[in-house]
């Protein structure tokens, strides 16, 4: 069974640019989440999916931060513009179920200068 | 507060040893208690879990023991091995409807041979 896939997996940008990262979670899964993992921190829980529909988007910064998840596959989280502070690894997981199990992805390593 | 609390940041412990980390709690709401391990370069893979209608879980080398009371719970690794050398997350959710896991800071643990 493939796992959660994400990409790109190393981004580099200046300041107040634009990125946007990709993940596809493991065939079947309903539930999909974006966690944002600073450097020596816990994982902090950005925004959860289910099926295309946000359950929670509470600690989203959404004056520059948004995602979605179009026909509740495939998700798209976006940072624009960016700041120094939101250098950080972000990992999607996605699980079967509201309650199950969360399955994550390698992550994508973000460095704003 | 939906805070968890875990320590030490770093641990080195000889193989074969036992390796204890800690956690603790502020939500009596919370009411499952799962612990992660990362790899360099790899997402949060679920290690062991406990609910807390139970003190102790083990599976395998991995126990779980939970102080309901004390709103601490703990990860104790039995005669640990390189292989085990990671960063181990304790992590604490309310597992009705969404499921939102807080994680701890993290532990950096490293045995060495």
């Known amino acids: 069974e493939a796992g959660v896939a994400q990409s790109p997996r190393y981004k580099i940008i200046e300041k107040r640019q634009s990125v946007a990262f990709w993940c596809n979670p493991i065939s079947g899964h309903a539930t999909l989440y974006w966690y944002q993992q600073i450097l020596g921190q816990g994982p902090k829980l950005l925004i959860q999916f289910q099926n295309n529909g946000v359950v929670d988007d509470s600690q989203l910064p959404k004056d520059r931060f948004s995602a979605e998840r179009l026909k509740g596959v495939d998700s798209t989280l976006k940072i624009q513009p960016a700041k120094l502070e939101d250098s950080a690894v972000y990992l999607c997981?996605?699980?079967?179920?509201?309650?199950?199990?969360?399955?994550f992805g390698e992550g994508s390593r973000l460095t704003v200068l | 507060q939906q805070q968890v609390k875990q320590s030490p940041q770093s641990l080195i412990v000889q193989k074969g040893g036992i390796s204890i980390i800690n956690c603790a709690y502020e939500?009596?709401?919370?009411?499952?208690f799962p612990w992660y391990q990362q790899f360099p370069g790899k997402g949060p893979a679920l290690l062991i879990a406990?609910?807390?209608?139970?003190s102790e879980k083990k599976e395998g080398r991995f126990t779980i023991s939970f102080n309901k009371s004390a709103k601490q719970f703990s990860l104790h690794i039995m005669d640990s091995q390189p292989g085990d050398s990671a960063t181990y997350f304790c992590?604490?959710?309310?597992?009705?409807?969404?499921?939102?896991?807080?994680f701890g800071q993290g532990t950096r643990l490293t045995i060495n041979p």
């Open positions: 939500n009596t709401a919370f009411d499952y």
């Open positions: 406990i609910r807390p209608d139970v």
């Open positions: 997981a996605s699980s079967s179920r509201t309650a199950g199990e969360l399955f």
């Open positions: 992590a604490a959710s309310i597992k009705q409807g969404a499921q939102k896991l807080v």
